[in-house]
Protein backbone atom coordinates (compact mmCIF):
# COMPACT_ATOMS: atom_id res chain seq x y z
CA UNK A 1 0.00 0.00 0.00
CA UNK A 2 3.35 2.24 0.85
CA UNK A 3 4.16 1.88 -2.55
CA UNK A 4 0.96 2.43 -4.15
CA UNK A 5 0.35 6.09 -2.20
CA UNK A 6 4.04 7.18 -3.00
CA UNK A 7 3.40 6.52 -6.56
CA UNK A 8 0.57 8.75 -6.17
CA UNK A 9 2.60 11.74 -4.68
CA UNK A 10 4.70 11.41 -7.18
CA UNK A 11 2.13 11.24 -10.11
CA UNK A 12 -0.07 13.13 -12.16
CA UNK A 13 -1.96 15.53 -10.72
CA UNK A 14 -4.69 13.79 -10.72
CA UNK A 15 -2.81 11.10 -8.69
CA UNK A 16 -1.34 13.75 -6.43
CA UNK A 17 -5.06 15.00 -6.01
CA UNK A 18 -6.10 11.40 -4.98
CA UNK A 19 -3.13 11.27 -2.87
CA UNK A 20 -4.01 14.52 -0.73
CA UNK A 21 -7.81 13.56 -0.56
CA UNK A 22 -6.97 10.02 0.58
CA UNK A 23 -4.96 11.52 3.39
CA UNK A 24 -7.41 14.15 4.25
CA UNK A 25 -9.72 11.45 5.32
CA UNK A 26 -7.63 9.66 7.00
CA UNK A 27 -9.18 6.75 5.79
CA UNK A 28 -5.95 4.35 5.66
CA UNK A 29 -5.41 5.16 9.45
CA UNK A 30 -9.39 4.92 10.82
CA UNK A 31 -9.88 1.60 9.10
CA UNK A 32 -6.16 0.70 9.11
CA UNK A 33 -7.98 -2.90 11.08
CA UNK A 34 -9.20 -3.71 7.70
CA UNK A 35 -5.83 -3.91 6.18
CA UNK A 36 -7.25 -1.04 3.60
CA UNK A 37 -5.63 -1.68 -0.25
CA UNK A 38 -6.50 1.32 -3.14
CA UNK A 39 -7.12 -0.36 -6.32
CA UNK A 40 -8.22 0.26 -9.56
CA UNK A 41 -7.57 2.47 -12.11
CA UNK A 42 -5.80 5.52 -9.86
CA UNK A 43 -2.64 3.19 -9.26
CA UNK A 44 -2.13 1.74 -12.74
CA UNK A 45 -2.47 5.45 -14.11
CA UNK A 46 -5.01 4.89 -16.09
CA UNK A 47 -7.58 7.35 -14.20
CA UNK A 48 -10.26 9.36 -16.28
CA UNK A 49 -12.22 12.12 -14.92
CA UNK A 50 -15.20 9.71 -13.94
CA UNK A 51 -13.04 7.11 -12.18
CA UNK A 52 -13.39 6.48 -8.59
CA UNK A 53 -10.94 5.72 -6.06
CA UNK A 54 -11.55 1.95 -4.49
CA UNK A 55 -10.64 0.83 -1.46
CA UNK A 56 -10.70 -3.10 -0.61
CA UNK A 57 -10.80 -4.18 3.06
CA UNK A 58 -10.42 -7.62 4.36
CA UNK A 59 -13.79 -7.77 6.91
CA UNK A 60 -14.87 -10.87 9.35
CA UNK A 61 -17.07 -8.46 11.35
CA UNK A 62 -19.56 -6.92 8.22
CA UNK A 63 -22.03 -5.64 10.91
CA UNK A 64 -19.51 -3.92 13.03
CA UNK A 65 -17.73 -2.49 9.68
CA UNK A 66 -20.93 -1.40 8.69
CA UNK A 67 -21.51 0.64 11.87
CA UNK A 68 -17.92 1.83 11.51
CA UNK A 69 -18.18 3.02 7.98
CA UNK A 70 -21.34 5.11 8.76
CA UNK A 71 -20.11 6.42 11.89
CA UNK A 72 -17.37 7.80 9.78
CA UNK A 73 -18.52 8.74 6.47
CA UNK A 74 -22.15 9.14 6.83
CA UNK A 75 -21.66 12.95 6.38
CA UNK A 76 -20.05 12.90 3.16
CA UNK A 77 -22.27 13.70 -0.10
CA UNK A 78 -23.82 11.00 -1.58
CA UNK A 79 -23.70 8.62 0.82
CA UNK A 80 -24.60 5.51 0.71
CA UNK A 81 -23.92 1.87 2.03
CA UNK A 82 -25.74 -1.48 0.87
CA UNK A 83 -24.75 -4.94 1.51
CA UNK A 84 -24.99 -7.39 -1.29
CA UNK A 85 -23.67 -11.04 -2.17
CA UNK A 86 -21.05 -11.68 -4.83
CA UNK A 87 -19.57 -14.37 -5.84
CA UNK A 88 -21.51 -16.28 -2.95
CA UNK A 89 -19.12 -14.10 -0.70
CA UNK A 90 -21.11 -11.21 1.61
CA UNK A 91 -20.05 -7.68 1.26
CA UNK A 92 -20.61 -4.19 2.69
CA UNK A 93 -20.21 -1.51 0.02
CA UNK A 94 -20.68 2.21 0.97
CA UNK A 95 -19.63 5.25 -1.52
CA UNK A 96 -19.26 8.43 -1.09
CA UNK A 97 -17.79 11.65 -2.39
CA UNK A 98 -14.89 13.83 -0.49
CA UNK A 99 -12.51 16.75 -2.00
CA UNK A 100 -13.86 16.05 -5.60
CA UNK A 101 -13.26 12.42 -5.86
CA UNK A 102 -16.39 9.48 -5.28
CA UNK A 103 -15.01 6.78 -2.90
CA UNK A 104 -15.85 3.09 -3.07
CA UNK A 105 -15.20 1.44 -0.14
CA UNK A 106 -15.45 -2.67 -0.07
CA UNK A 107 -15.41 -4.86 2.61
CA UNK A 108 -15.22 -8.76 2.12
CA UNK A 109 -14.52 -11.51 4.38
CA UNK A 110 -11.43 -12.79 2.26
CA UNK A 111 -8.15 -11.97 2.05
CA UNK A 112 -7.14 -8.77 -0.27
CA UNK A 113 -4.76 -10.87 -1.95
CA UNK A 114 -7.52 -12.80 -2.97
CA UNK A 115 -10.20 -10.54 -3.52
CA UNK A 116 -11.47 -9.64 -7.62
CA UNK A 117 -10.18 -6.00 -7.32
CA UNK A 118 -6.91 -6.80 -6.31
CA UNK A 119 -6.23 -9.71 -8.98
CA UNK A 120 -7.31 -7.71 -11.85
CA UNK A 121 -5.19 -5.05 -11.17
CA UNK A 122 -2.66 -7.15 -10.80
CA UNK A 123 -3.19 -8.51 -14.26
CA UNK A 124 -3.88 -5.14 -15.52
CA UNK A 125 -0.58 -4.10 -14.12
CA UNK A 126 1.31 -6.96 -15.95
CA UNK A 127 -0.25 -6.05 -19.46
CA UNK A 128 0.20 -2.50 -19.31
CA UNK A 129 4.01 -2.98 -18.58
CA UNK A 130 4.26 -5.52 -21.21
CA UNK A 131 2.09 -4.61 -24.21
CA UNK A 132 2.87 -0.94 -25.63
CA UNK A 133 0.34 1.39 -25.78
CA UNK A 134 -2.49 -0.23 -24.34
CA UNK A 135 -2.59 2.13 -21.40
CA UNK A 136 -3.97 4.82 -24.58
CA UNK A 137 -6.09 1.98 -25.67
CA UNK A 138 -7.85 1.54 -22.34
CA UNK A 139 -7.76 5.24 -21.56
CA UNK A 140 -9.27 5.59 -25.08
CA UNK A 141 -12.43 3.14 -23.98
CA UNK A 142 -12.60 4.18 -20.65
CA UNK A 143 -13.35 7.65 -21.61
CA UNK A 144 -16.13 6.21 -23.81
CA UNK A 145 -17.40 4.82 -20.81
CA UNK A 146 -16.19 1.37 -20.81
CA UNK A 147 -15.41 -0.18 -17.71
CA UNK A 148 -12.04 -1.29 -17.15
CA UNK A 149 -12.07 -4.90 -17.08
CA UNK A 150 -14.31 -4.83 -19.87
CA UNK A 151 -11.61 -2.51 -21.96
CA UNK A 152 -9.20 -4.62 -21.36
CA UNK A 153 -11.24 -7.83 -22.73
CA UNK A 154 -12.32 -5.67 -25.41
CA UNK A 155 -8.37 -4.93 -26.27
CA UNK A 156 -7.33 -8.74 -25.36
CA UNK A 157 -10.13 -10.31 -27.55
CA UNK A 158 -11.27 -11.89 -24.30
CA UNK A 159 -15.18 -12.91 -24.47
CA UNK A 160 -17.53 -13.87 -21.52
CA UNK A 161 -17.88 -12.47 -18.33
CA UNK A 162 -15.03 -10.23 -18.33
CA UNK A 163 -14.29 -9.70 -14.55
CA UNK A 164 -14.09 -13.93 -15.02
CA UNK A 165 -12.45 -13.50 -18.37
CA UNK A 166 -9.60 -11.27 -16.88
CA UNK A 167 -8.56 -13.23 -13.48
CA UNK A 168 -8.85 -16.98 -16.09
CA UNK A 169 -6.37 -15.36 -18.66
CA UNK A 170 -3.89 -13.91 -15.90
CA UNK A 171 -3.96 -17.36 -14.06
CA UNK A 172 -3.38 -19.01 -17.77
CA UNK A 173 -0.69 -16.58 -18.36
CA UNK A 174 0.50 -16.81 -14.58
CA UNK A 175 0.66 -13.08 -13.50
CA UNK A 176 -1.60 -13.95 -10.78
CA UNK A 177 -2.31 -17.56 -8.63
Known sequence: MLRILDFLQAGSA????A???IRKL?????LAAYNPTLCGTFPLNIAVDTSDLDIIMEVY?????????RNLYSRHRHFHLKKL???????????FTFEGFEFELFGQPQPIEKQYAYLHMSVEDHLLKQIPGL???IIRLKK?????????CKVLGLRGDPYESLI???REQGMIP
Open 14 to 17: KQKE
Open 19 to 21: FHA
Open 26 to 30: KILND
Open 61 to 69: NLGAFEIEV
Open 85 to 95: EIRGNPVVKAN
Open 135 to 137: RGD
Open 144 to 152: QGIKTEPAF
Open 168 to 170: HYG
